[in-house]
Structure formats: C-alpha cells, structure tokens
C-alpha cells in the first residue's frame, strides 16, 4: 500500500536520512561554491536525498545523467536544495534510521551494483545500485518504471523470477541481505557460489565504511549531529548577505549585525596589514586603531597566526599583556581564537558557551569563504608572493644541483660493492634493490631540476610508462627495503594478507612513492614494539571497475579527526624534525595520475588503515 505522494515521489515504507548525512549534505550545499563531485558521492549513498533530487532536475535515476545536470544546475537550485533538510528532520514525527541502519542498505545497494558488473548490465552498475537503494527504502519515482517494476514485484517467489530481468534478480538478493536469504537467492537467480557470494558482500561492506569514514559519516563520532545541523542553518541565514560585500569595511558591517545574533556578541577580526608585519583590528568605529606585531614571541595570537589553527584560552597571568587587553576589551575571561589562513584571525567571547568551538569554526570559515570569493582582502601581496616565489625557484634549483653529487658518490660505491658481493646472491639482491631506489630517487630530482620561470595553467603530468608489476614479489621488496628502517625504530613490519594473482599495469615508480610514504608513515606512527604489515587483495570491484588494493596497516594511536579531513593536503607536519608534512599530499597526488583511490580507517584504540585501490585498466597516457 502506497502511503504517501508529493513531488513525484511515493512512499511505500517511510525511510529518513540520518542527521549525520544530513550535516554533512547542509555542509555541501551550504558552501559558497558547490563541490559537484561530493555531492553526487553523497546522493548515490542516501536514497531520500536522492530521489528529490532526481525530482527538482526531472530525470530518472540514471548516475551519468545525474552528474551532468548537477554540473549545470543554476545558483538557485541549492537553495531548493537546502529546503530538503526541514522535509528530512525529526519534525515530521517520522522516526529517523539509525546510522547502523543506513549504511545497511546501502550495502546491500552497492551489493547489488558489484552482482550488475559481473551481468550484461555492467555498464550502468552504478545505475543499478541507485534504482535497488531507492527501492530497498520504498521510494517510487514516477519518471523511473525500472525502480516500479522492482517494488510491484518485490517479495514474489524467487522461483517466479526464471527468466527475467538481471536487475530483478539482483534485487531480490540485495532485499534478502538483512533477512540473511541474500546468499541462497544469489545460488539460485544468478548461479554464484556460497565463497564468491560472501567476497562480494564483504567488499560491499568494506566500500560502505570507507565511503562513511572518507565524508565522517560513523557512528564512531560522538558528534551531536542535530545541533551541528540546527547551527549551521544559523549560521548559514545570518551571513547570507557577506557574499555582497565589497569590502572589508562593508563586512565588518554585515559581521557585527550577524554574530549578534548567533553569539550575542560581536566577535573581534585582525587582519594582517599589507606588510604582514602586523595584525590590526577591523573596527571602523574605533578611534584608534589596535595593533599586534607578528613579530610578538609572547602572544598567543601571534604564535596561532603563524602555526595556523584554533585554541581556547583563559586569562591567567601566563599570558601575554596584549592577549589579556583584547580579551577584556571583549569583557571575556575567556575566548576561542580562530585564525583565517593567511588573512589573519577571529576572537570570541567563550565565557558562557560550553560548544562555542564548532560555531566559531563554522562562522569564521563563512567569513573567510565569502571574503575570498569577493576578493575583499585589503592586503596586496602579489609582489611578496612573486619575490618569494621566485627565491624558492632558485633555493629548489641549489638543493636538486648540491644532492645529485652525493647521489652519484653512493651509485659509484654501490656498483664497487655489486663486483665484491656478486657471488653472494642474496647480497647482490640487497644491492639490487638500493640499485633500484637510487635510481628511482635520481629520477624524482631530474624531474625537479627544470622549474619554469613562470607558473601557467598547463599542469599535466609528464608521461611515464606503465608495466606489468607482480604483487606478490613486488611487496616482499617493498618490506624488505623497509625492514631496516623499521628496525631501527624497533618496529616490526612484515607481510600481510595476499590473495589473488597480483598482476597488475602500473608506473611503478610513482607506485613505489605512494606506499613508499604511507609505510614510512605507518612505521613512524608506531610506538617501540608497534606492528606494520603490507598485503594487497585483488579482484576488488570499485565504482565499476575492477582491480587490487594494496593495503598498509599500523597498530600506532591513529590518526586525530582534524588530521584525517585534510589529509589531501600539504600542511605542517606534527612530528617534528625535518618532517615536511607533505607525504600523504604527494601519495593523494600521485594516486589520482595512477587512476587510483585511497582511502583511510583510523582509530585510536585499533590503528590506521590506508587503501590503495588500483584499477586493472591504467588510465591513458
């Protein structure tokens, strides 16, 4: 029985989003400039979501469609979109799913796109996991007769489905997932084997969690994911008006109506001046202006503004004079600093608000996203930048001519030693591999050593040549060239699970500087005693294509939350010395030119785990 219409949807069973997708959906539709590819990820995994969505553009639930009319859609329509969310909260009386329950169907959705890519509807898998996860939750779309076909006939003897469509027998196995009938019905409709069953649901399983960890979607989180809804969309109506500002002065304005309302006070801005040599408060109104040298080693602000950041603060006589008269200037004792990347930086009163952190972040980030889109910044930097860039040009020039001399100093010595050794094969396979690496390090400079002049649009990536790599032989070597490093830090790293051929086509060299990083790290990020394995696991299935995954894992602390939603990019690295924090950045980089993917799990008590999936067909050179 249909028990609900509007919209061009009907609902058989009532199926609500979780306030986590919520969040994160408000967040992506929210920002002043959409992230297209987020948000398609997010409407392929939440079925309500993505049926008005296929409803506001008109089409039915076909994913390539979808992703091209997302591309287009006018500036309005996010607005359209952000209405979703009160149609989606608890105020319809209509009991939300749990997480737990969520990622269930989905599961079994993506389930049901794996068992599509082994049928003749290989080429629009994705296109069946939308129109199973839609109807595993009930939702008729009236454009789609596929997704009408599958609730008319849903529940009917499987021995009635002989000869029907693939996608109606996918379906009937998808909807046995929770009552545990899912592995039979796949014997019976499509012939697959009790094994190759249960692979393929623990991939689908595995694909679900990392999709919940890549957009902090888990129930791991101890978020209020309500509250953070009910504040963004605060913050989100009270500063909707910062995107027509045209300059500094003219926000500052907007800020102090905005805050008052979501603060009840009116949080203070410093900006860097043109000379970046302090940071002056923003306040028309003063008579005179504030000041704060960044030069200030005993300011707290001075310090947050070169090391970027958040920090709450309390005034206690351990700080710095010139914090405590900003602080009282606000009549706080205490405040929560946030800094503006390289414009500068935010204070807000925190006296009487326990969860002034995440509204502070959120506010702070509308004001600096709105005022970067309107180019408002007072600062010109344009020649610093240009005369800065120009000194590093030259600094990279130095440091790649001064390290080829050692380099060819160790390849000299390494060829001696392979003529002393050469009758010991297990020495000259040692060498071998430092051979190897040498090599692949000379390779990595000589593409360093001709910087251009001038920095263009064109950032292709130089062409390099693809190979065929063995797994197996391949991460033995890797764990070998590792194994004194690891010793040396007292950690043990050894082979993890391998299973299938391993045979894939790759550039191995930017292979070998993916894993190369994420297993330094992963042994860096061990205590003494810590565990590091490699193993890899081929016949993978991912967004419709096939290959391996390669797999790094530690027992170290994992990796904190605010880390991991920034992984992608280059940042300061927390572990001191001549770390760079660039690792993970160049790994991100580099798996994209590869065709890959990487994903991470990371948990405090159980470790980190990064995925390298690599598709069977290599991208084009």
């Not at 400039?33 to 398609?40: A, E, I, K, S, Y």
């Not at 623990?202 to 979607?217: E, H, M, P, Q, Y």
């Amino acid at each position: 029985m249909r028990c609900g219409a509007g919209y061009g949807i009907t609902w058989e069973t009532r199926h609500v989003t979780p306030d986590a997708v919520i969040y994160r959906y408000l967040e992506i539709v929210s920002a002043p400039v959409l992230d297209v590819d987020r948000l398609f990820e997010l409407l392929c995994a939440d079925a309500d979501l993505l049926a008005r969505w296929l409803v506001l553009l008109d089409i039915p639930a076909d994913a390539s469609l979808l992703r091209a009319r997302l591309i287009d859609i006018p500036a309005n329509f996010t607005d359209v979109a952000q209405s979703h969310i009160w149609s989606l909260s608890a105020s319809t009386n209509v009991p939300g799913l749990s997480l737990n329950q969520w990622s269930q169907v989905l599961t079994a959705a993506c389930l049901a796109e794996t068992l599509c890519t082994d049928s003749h509807l290989a080429d629009k898998a994705l296109d069946c996991r939308l129109k199973v996860l839609l109807a595993l939750s009930g939702l008729r779309i009236n454009q789609d007769d596929e997704i009408n076909d599958l609730l008319d006939y849903r529940g009917v003897d499987p021995a009635l489905l002989e000869g029907t469509d693939a996608l109606l027998r996918v379906f009937a196995i998808a909807d046995g997932v929770q009552t545990g009938r899912a592995g039979a019905l796949a014997e019976m409709l499509l012939d697959i084997d009790p094994t190759s069953f249960e692979a393929k649901l623990n991939a689908a399983t595995a694909s679900v969690t990392a999709w919940c960890d890549r957009l902090g979607v888990n129930d791991r989180d101890d978020e209020n994911w309500s509250q953070r809804i009910a504040v963004l969309q605060q913050i989100e109506a009270a500063t909707a008006d910062f995107q027509s500002a045209g300059d500094w002065s003219e926000l500052w304005d907007m800020h102090v109506e905005a805050s008052r309302g979501v603060f009840q006070s009116t949080p203070l801005i410093f900006l860097l001046d043109s000379d970046n040599t302090s940071l002056v408060l923003l306040d028309p109104d003063r008579a005179t202006s504030v000041a704060i040298s960044v030069d200030n080693r005993a300011s707290t602000f001075t310090r947050l503004m070169r090391e970027g950041g958040a920090e709450r603060l309390i005034d206690s006589e351990t700080l710095a004079v010139v914090d405590r008269q900003v602080m009282r200037s606000l009549g706080a004792d205490e405040v929560y600093v946030v800094t503006l990347e390289n414009t500068g930086l935010m204070v807000f009163p925190a006296d009487d608000d326990p969860e002034v952190e995440y509204s502070a972040r959120v506010y702070s980030n509308r004001v600096l996203s709105q005022s970067q889109s309107q180019s408002v910044s007072p600062v010109d930097q344009s020649s610093q930048v240009e005369a800065f860039r120009q000194a590093e040009i030259l600094r990279l020039r130095e440091l790649v001519h001064e390290a080829n001399n050692p380099l060819s100093i160790v390849h000299n010595y390494l060829h001696i030693l392979e003529l002393r050794l050469q009758h010991e094969p297990e020495a000259a396979e040692q060498l071998a591999l430092i051979g190897s690496e040498l090599s692949r390090a000379g390779e990595i400079f000589a593409r360093a050593r001709d910087v251009p002049g001038e920095q263009t649009e064109d950032t292709s990536v130089e062409d390099a040549p693809v190979e065929p790599v063995n797994l197996h032989q391949w991460t033995h070597g890797v764990i070998e060239l590792h194994s004194g490093f690891a010793q040396q830090r007292g950690v043990n790293i050894d082979a993890g699970e391998m299973t299938g051929e391993g045979h894939i086509i790759v550039d191995e060299g930017r292979l070998a500087q993916i894993v190369g990083n994420l297993v330094k790290n992963a042994i860096e990020a061990c205590t003494l005693g810590g565990e590091v394995s490699v193993g890899f696991h081929d016949g993978i299935m991912r967004n419709a294509r096939s290959g391996a995954e390669i797999q790094i894992r530690d027992d170290g602390p994992g990796i904190p939350r605010e880390v991991l939603m920034n992984l992608r990019d280059t940042k300061e690295s927390a572990k001191g010395g001549d770390h760079q924090g660039v690792g993970l950045a160049v790994a991100y980089r580099l798996t994209g030119e590869v065709g890959g993917e990487l994903d991470v799990y990371s948990s405090a008590t159980t470790g980190t785990i990064f995925r390298l999936f690599l598709p069977a067909d290599p991208p084009s050179q």
